[in-house]
């Protein structure tokens, strides 16, 4: 079924449901990765090169994220991008990096979405969350939700990638002019596995 076919209604109370025991399943895969890059980015940050937190918090309940932002999104007639990460992730470091240093692609992404990250990584998998949405590869991951609660779109930031440690502008306002007329749909997904510009999970 096409991902924009897709309506979803998360819940307040997760549900053990066959997608959630696959997402369980996937757990024990991701946590050799996990480790391995937050090994890497221990030793990253300690040499100064990245800063710790970027907003990926595991303590939050990502069903009462979601619900408040779906009442802003209501509001300003947005779309919401939900965004998979954590502090252990490199590349979720790479894209802080990216839309800090050009204000164009940070005013961009606020005036079309509702941004809301969401945790996933050793200290919570968040797994009754993500199983109500597309599967995904790797981390940062971004999906689009409606106003109306319909996932319109589910991509890896790999698509926006440019070289193997950056993203390509062009790219990123190509993705953010495809969602800036309220609830389009694109022809396409790109829901493909993970590459170099998106950590393994």
Same mark, same amino acid.
């Given at each position: 079924?096409?991902?924009?076919?897709?309506?979803?209604?998360l819940?307040?109370?997760?549900?053990?449901t066959?997608?959630?025991?696959?997402?369980?399943?996937?757990?024990?895969?991701m946590? %050799?990765? =996990?480790?391995?890059?937050?090994?890497?980015?221990?030793l990253? *940050?300690?040499? &100064?090169?990245? /800063?710790?937190?970027?907003?990926?918090?595991?303590?939050?309940?990502?069903?009462?994220?979601?619900?408040?932002?779906?009442?802003?999104?209501?509001?300003?007639?947005k779309?919401?991008?939900i965004?998979a990460?954590?502090?252990?992730?490199?590349w979720?470091?790479?894209?802080?990096?990216?839309?800090?240093?050009?204000?164009?692609?940070?005013?961009?992404?606020?005036? %079309?979405? =509702?941004v809301?990250?969401?945790?996933?990584g050793?200290?919570? *998998?968040?797994? &009754?969350?993500? /199983?109500?949405?597309?599967?995904?590869?790797?981390?940062?991951?971004f999906?689009?939700?409606s106003?109306d609660?319909?996932?319109?779109?589910?991509?890896?930031?790999?698509?926006?990638?440019r070289?193997?440690?950056?993203?390509?502008?062009?790219?990123f306002?190509?993705?953010?002019?495809?969602w800036?007329?309220?609830?389009?749909k694109?022809?396409q997904?790109?829901? %493909?596995?993970?590459?170099?510009?998106?950590?393994?999970?």
């Amino acid at each position: 079924m096409p991902a924009e076919r897709i309506r979803v209604r998360l819940s307040t109370t997760p549900t053990r449901t066959r997608d959630a025991s696959c997402a369980l399943a996937t757990q024990k895969k991701m946590k %050799a990765t =996990v480790f391995t890059s937050i090994l890497c980015y221990a030793l990253l *940050f300690a040499s &100064g090169s990245y /800063a710790r937190d970027l907003g990926y918090d595991p303590q939050a309940d990502p069903f009462d994220q979601y619900h408040e932002a779906m009442e802003v999104a209501a509001l300003e007639n947005k779309n919401v991008l939900i965004i998979a990460g954590g502090d252990w992730c490199r590349w979720c470091h790479v894209l802080e990096r990216f839309i800090a240093k050009n204000a164009d692609i940070e005013r961009g992404l606020t005036d %079309a979405f =509702v941004v809301m990250k969401v945790y996933v990584g050793p200290d919570n *998998f968040n797994e &009754g969350f993500f /199983a109500q949405l597309p599967t995904a590869f790797g981390a940062p991951h971004f999906w689009v939700v409606s106003k109306d609660r319909e996932v319109l779109g589910s991509q890896s930031t790999a698509k926006l990638e440019r070289g193997k440690s950056t993203y390509d502008k062009a790219s990123f306002f190509a993705f953010i002019e495809q969602w800036k007329s309220r609830g389009s749909k694109p022809q396409q997904h790109a829901n %493909a596995r993970s590459s170099a510009g998106e950590t393994s999970f």
